[in-house]
C-alpha cells in the first residue's frame, strides 16, 4: 500500500470540533492499563466539510499514557467531492500530547468519494479544537 501512496497529488487542510464524546471502560486489571472505548462526535471545516463519528478502542496506563485504535467515518466534501470516506486511526497519548496517523480505508469511498485513497493524521494537546491533513487521490477507473 505504501507504494501505491507513495504518489498523492492533493493535500487536503481542515479543522476539527470535538462536538460530543464518551468514555466507557470495558475491561480492567489491578496494576494494569484500562481498555476503554471512547466515542467521538467531530466537525469538520476546511478542505474537509462535514461530520465524522470515530470509535476508538483505547487503552490507556495509570500515568494518563495511552495507545489507540480506532475507525471514523466521514460524511461531507472533500475538496469539490461530496460523499462519505472512513479513515483508519492509529495513535498515542503522552505527556500531553495526541499523535495520530490515518488512512483512507480502500473501498470506503461513496458518491463522488468513491476510489478515494490517501493518508494523514494530526498532531494535538488537550484541545477540542485542532489542525488535521489528508494527502488524497483517487484510483483511475
Keep these: 500500500m505504501d ?3 507513495a504518489a498523492l ?5 481542515a479543522t476539527v470540533d470535538v462536538t460530543d464524546w464518551d468514555r466507557k471502560p ?4 489491578e496494576g494494569g492499563p484500562v481498555i476503554s472505548r471512547v466515542s467521538f462526535v467531530h466537525a469538520f471545516s476546511g478542505d474537509i466539510e462535514g461530520e465524522g463519528t470515530l470509535e476508538y478502542l483505547m487503552a490507556i496506563g495509570e500515568g494518563g499514557a495511552a495507545s489507540y485504535v480506532g475507525l471514523e467515518r466521514v460524511r461531507g466534501r472533500l475538496g469539490k467531492r461530496e460523499g462519505s470516506f472512513i479513515l483508519q486511526h492509529t495513535g498515542t497519548f503522552e505527556g500531553g500530547t495526541a499523535s495520530v496517523e490515518w488512512v483512507v480505508v480502500p473501498g470506503s469511498g461513496t458518491g463522488a468519494l ?12 488537550h484541545s477540542t479544537t485542532y489542525g488535521v491533513t489528508l494527502d488524497y487521490d483517487f484510483e483511475e477507473p
Design 9 to 13: 497529488r492533493h493535500h487536503a487542510d
Design 114 to 125: 468513491r476510489g478515494l485513497r490517501g493518508r494523514g493524521g494530526f498532531t494535538t494537546g
Design 3 to 5: 507504494g501505491e501512496l
Design 26 to 29: 470495558f475491561d480492567r486489571i
